[in-house]
């Protein structure tokens, strides 16, 4: 009895999807005003990121321009354009020397492909980040979209948007 009760409520065998490849997740618009499918990228940028942005919690710039190239570029949200690890390492120290206890709260993170036809494939990980600094009492948050480029293991360019919190986020 009990294995007609079993064998009855059994569910149905899930149909197993053929693999048609890589996962579309959006696309990108090219020079010719043409969409470049964007792909599900690799996890292990996303934990390159992770490390980035660890690294800065520590305070150890040190680290944060190991996972840089040397010709690093950084678009930032005033429309500045840091070009160049050292460059970036000394903007940095400033940061840190006007802003007491910074820290970076990576909210999310996803990994990406663009797979152009005419030239090389770019990995880039687009993270929300929040950012806060300034004394216990009286800290400012802001909320960052960091869209970074992985080449090697390493971040290669980076945009970077920012807004005020809303007092309902707050």
Avoid at 49 to 67: R, S
Avoid at 138 to 146: D, E, G, K, L, N
Wanted: aromatic letters at 10%; one cysteine or more.
């Amino acid at each position: 009895m009990l294995l007609l009760l079993v064998s009855c409520n059994q569910p149905e065998p899930v149909e197993q999807k053929e693999d048609t490849g890589p996962t579309v997740i959006g696309y990108e618009m090219n020079d010719e005003k043409n969409p470049v499918d964007i792909v599900a990228g690799d996890l292990a940028s996303t934990e390159v990121v992770k490390a980035f942005f660890d690294a800065y919690n520590k305070a150890d710039l040190e680290a944060v321009i190991t996972m840089e190239h040397d010709d690093v570029m950084f678009y930032t949200p005033t429309g500045a354009v840091i070009e160049g690890n050292k460059t970036h390492y000394e903007m940095g120290k400033a940061f840190f020397e006007a802003n007491e206890n910074p820290k970076w709260n990576i909210k999310w993170s996803m990994s990406g492909n663009v797979n152009f036809e005419s030239k090389e494939s770019e990995n880039w990980v687009t993270s929300g980040v929040d950012v806060s600094f300034g004394p216990d009492t009286a800290r400012t948050t802001i909320s960052r979209v960091v869209d970074l480029m992985i080449v090697d293991g390493k971040v290669k360019k980076g945009y970077i948007y920012q807004r005020e919190l809303a007092e309902s986020e707050k």
